[in-house]
């Protein structure tokens, strides 16, 4: 009886997962029936995860990384997370969506990538509908230059979408472009 409730469900499997907070890199395994780091941490019953074979690292702390058998992370305090391994989409789950490239900040984090939006709609109408707790981006790329983290390029990573602005279509800028500086007799100089 209960193959027959349950057999449609995926098998538990073990996921690696990084999982970037405020002020540490959470590395470990999470038990899961889910394929994609999106499913797992917006499918979080408790607003937490309980990680094994965790190994928690500090951002500037010259202290070893702190080893535990066990972890329960609050997802509240995530910014977001990285898969260890890729997901290869199902077809059959697939909704058609267009990408978008992004700039997402989470502070103290950056993370620039493809955002994915349901078609035929305004960017800005597109944006409103970008729903879920945790948004994935693809072709991502994160860094921060506050606490140190080098520039690392992953297929995709799931942000906090309560922590987090998202810029997009966004170019960078100068603010300073085209303003000379004033010497000291009031002229503009460049």
Do not use: C
Request: charge should be negative.
């Amino acid at each position: 009886m209960l193959t027959a409730m349950f057999g449609g469900l995926a098998p538990e499997t073990t996921a690696g997962v990084t999982l970037y907070t405020d002020a540490y890199v959470v590395r470990g395994q999470v038990q899961t029936r889910a394929r994609r780091l999106t499913d797992i941490l917006n499918r979080a019953e408790n607003g937490f995860l309980v990680l094994t074979q965790v190994t928690l690292d500090e951002f500037g702390s010259k202290a070893s990384a702190i080893q535990s058998d066990y972890a329960q992370v609050n997802l509240g305090a995530v910014l977001f997370g990285v898969s260890d391994e890729p997901v290869e989409p199902a077809p059959e789950l697939r909704m058609p969506k267009v990408s978008e490239q992004a700039l997402i900040s989470v502070p103290p984090f950056r993370i620039v990538g493809r955002i994915h939006v349901l078609p035929e709609r305004d960017l800005r109408d597109a944006l409103d509908e970008l729903t879920g707790a945790f948004v994935p981006v693809t072709d991502a790329t994160y860094w921060s230059e506050i606490v140190g983290e080098p520039r690392t390029t992953v297929n995709a990573v799931a942000f906090n979408h309560s922590r987090a602005q998202i810029l997009t279509p966004y170019r960078v800028s100068d603010p300073w472009e085209g303003m000379g500086t004033r010497g000291s007799s009031g002229d503009a100089t460049a």
